[in-house]
Nanobody, 114 residues
Framework: QVQLVESGGGLVQPGGSLRLSCVASGRIYSFNPMGWYRQAPGKERELVAV??????TYADSVKGRFAVSRDNAQNTVYLQMNMLKPEDTAVYYCNYRHVVTDYWGKGTLVTVSA
């Protein structure tokens, strides 16, 4: 089985930066996609960014501000978040997809507030 553990969330002021990390354990294939989703208060979970063999896709709301990187040797995926806005406040979840199964971490809270 696969387990995902996120870290790096916290409180940051508008315009600031945070770097989230997700460490995966179990059998991970580099050609299978991994990504980040978020769920804001009162909202549905939404895609932030996903990276796989076909490249990387970002939500329009984060393009130019967020960047995903992946270290396949260490089974770790990162989300660098810059120029943060209050509307980025959410619980951020790491995701790994294998055929018909989605694996999720427990999430890490990001709060953007002055």
């Amino acid at each position: 089985q696969v387990q995902l553990v996120e870290s790096g969330g916290g409180l940051v002021q508008p315009g600031g930066s945070l770097r989230l990390s997700c460490v995966a354990s179990g059998r991970i294939y580099s050609f299978n996609p991994m990504g980040w989703y978020r769920q804001a208060p009162g909202k549905e979970r939404e895609l932030v960014a996903v990276t796989g063999s076909g490249g990387t896709t970002y939500a329009d709301s984060v393009k130019g501000r967020f960047a995903v990187s992946r270290d396949n040797a260490q089974n770790t995926v990162y989300l660098q978040m810059n120029m943060l806005k209050p509307e980025d406040t959410a619980v951020y979840y790491c995701n790994y997809r294998h055929v018909v199964t989605d694996y999720w971490g427990k999430g890490t809270l990001v709060t953007v507030s002055a």
